[in-house]
């Protein structure tokens, strides 16, 4: 095996008697490369960008999330939260009560979805972080506020600094006869106090609100929708979430942020998984080359191939030169690609010399977000090796004795 590397090792570097043999055993490494630096840049894009949706989500959505299985709302007393309390690290207990609506400004009407939430609420939530006009305070004293998204704000016009024109919020009531419009809705007036942006399908639907208006406005007395933890860290999160199901049963779901927002990263996983698998038929295409150099190099070796067998080589040594030289091939493009890769992951990182270009306006980040995980390098380093040892296998197929007989 020794003596078939170190040929193989001075055929690759060695300066061949037709230069064509040269260039394509350049191009060939040149393709790997950039085919690997190619599907190591673009894992690690969708990496950064689904980082990126994870933290604008997490500052909405809670650690864990409590949802009775078989209904829509129920009691309080019912989820034992004393109990709940004494998990370690929990910072945030908050309970919700979530509902549709419609929401009136200056004669303007938009559906919202009204989101209930307990005093804590506004003391602990990371959603301070991205308020963009105003503050997070749903009461002050006895007077409660709204805080509202930006998209409602742009389409009802509504402002925080309009203390003369109240949102108006409309529910139907729950056992209307229906006598007349005013006796079939509950409604109600409030002032906005804050508006965030987070993400588009939260910033054009979501209204938060005080949980005793949310409760008077639906009729809901003394009943949530569902309660929300927030941990110090991740790894206490995920601890937790097997505590909580113990002790709340099967009565109750509890779900992670993942399955809170379950279509949304399943789609991001398939859309990454399927450019990866685009990326690497493109690279397949590329170590057509790997067979081309191994065919011409074979052609020009069959004198030197001859030698080796009168001196006691056998076929399969020979046969075992060639894969060496086309897994050499292969094994330099890999990891330049991976190192010119990752280098230029880390320049976008640090510099962001490649702008996150979107029209009518800015986005949340100035340059396209990028992280790099050991994962990827190491399954775009297998992946391209399996490639390049499948595509050098074709050609060294063609070796047997009567290749060895003839000659130049």
Known sequence: MKLSLFIARRYLISRKSHNI?????????????????????????????????????????????????????????????????????????????????????KGKQHIVHVKGLSEDFQHHSPLDSMMIEGELILKRGERPYAVIGAGVAYYLNASVRDFLNPLALYAPRKNSSMAGLDQAFNS????PSGVFAVQQDFDTRYVLVPLDFAQELFDYKNRITAVELRFESKKEAVKAQKTVKEILGENFLVQNRFEQQNELYRIMKAEKWAIFMILTFILIIATFNVIGSLGMLMIEKKKDASVLCSMGANLKTIRRIFLYEGMLIS????????????????????????????????????????????????????????????????PIRQINKSYLRQKL
């Open 21 to 105: 043999i040269n260039i394509i055993s350049g191009v060939s490494v040149v393709g790997v490369t950039v085919g690997t630096m190619a599907l190591i840049i673009v894992l690690s894009v969708f990496n950064g960008i689904e980082s990126l949706v994870a933290g604008l989500f997490n500052t909405f959505d809670p650690d864990l999330k409590i949802t009775v299985a078989q209904g829509k709302t129920f009691s309080p007393d019912s989820v034992h939260r004393a109990e709940l309390e004494k998990i370690p690290g929990l910072v945030l207990y908050t309970e919700v009560l979530s509902e549709n609506a419609l929401m009136k400004y």
């Open 188 to 191: 109600k007036n409030i002032y």
């Open 331 to 394: 094994l330099s493009g890999a990891v330049g690609g991976l190192l010119l890769g990752g280098f230029l992951c880390w320049l976008q990182q640090s510099f962001g010399f490649i702008p996150m270009q979107v029209s009518g306006g800015s986005f949340i980040v100035d340059a396209y977000p990028v992280e790099m995980q050991l994962f990827d390098f190491i399954l775009v380093f297998f992946t391209v090796v399996l490639i390049g040892y499948l595509a050098a296998l074709l």
